[in-house]
């Protein structure tokens, strides 16, 4: 293998243009060309394709988002779509590909690799929740960015003794709330994963107020339900003096942590690696501190992440 492409689909994260890095710099040193793909599976069918050297991706580490764009490309589900991307592949001479993103972005990376184009997927995305990896790049930088707003909000809840409803990305999982719930001292933390009383949330912001408690902290994954609503189907049992505070997207930018950078940059070189072995169909994550490769068709069909509820416990028994 001569030349390899990459790209990144679905939901930016930090960090990705990180591996977008490794893959480059490890591709060039080991004698490879490679070509960077825009707008994800839109801009492959589209032939939006450069050729990547050294310099176009210095500066990139420590920057947001992804430099390469991002599109979600529904049509790449169907044969059609497949075919005209490989069309691309076949004109530009790349003969491996590596596919940066989410689920979606994977099942794009086993079809090309059923077509004949071993392509493998590095996991990029702030909410956590894919299988065959303990954490995805942007996860650390995500959770990092939501502690920083609820030590923030914190003061001016203390300062009103008010409730705060902090709502947090995650799609259907509840990885970022989880991790930063506890890192905030959350009061509560609600996730998709584990039951809730919204009775015994009111029960419990009364008993902190009745022993002076100035302020409660509740952390929403979005998975759940929006941070409104929740706050109106609290304010059946009392008056708590509620806000909601919708982070929403701002969660997904700002520079990468040295976590994210480093585990990019790992990623990044071993999917070069995996590319040179003329394997694809496989996507790479860490377990157990270690980088692993696992195939993609037994990843998303027989695998399903689970957060860590270990942490809601934990949470539940410390939160007072």
Known sequence: MKRIGILTSGGDAPGMNAAVRAVVRKAI??????????YGFAGLVAGDIRRLDIADVGDKIQRGGTFLYSARYPDFEFEE?????????????IEGLVVIGGDGSYHGAMRLTEHGYPTVGIPGTIDNDIPGTDFTIGFDTAI??????LDRIRDTATSHVRTFVIEVMGRNAGDIALWSGVAGGADEIIIPEHNFDIAEVARKIQEGRDRGKKH??????EGVMGGNEFAEKLSEYGNFHVRV??????????????RDRVLASKFGSYAVELLEQNRGGLCI???GGKV??????????NHKHQPDLSLYELNQEISY
Request: proline share 2%; glycine share 14%; hydrophobic share 45%.
């Open 285 to 287: 994550g860490v377990v």
């Open 29 to 38: 040193y080991d004698g490879l060309e490679v070509y960077g793909i825009n």
């Open 292 to 301: 692993v490769a696992a195939e993609i068709i037994d990843t998303l069909e």
């Open 144 to 149: 990092n960015t939501v502690l920083e707003s």
């Open 216 to 221: 409660c902290l509740i952390v929403l994954a």
């Open 245 to 258: 505070s919708i982070l929403g997207h701002v969660i997904r930018g700002g520079a990468p942590s040295a």
């Open 81 to 93: 779509g497949q075919l005209k991307g490989i069309e691309q592949l076949k004109k530009f001479g």
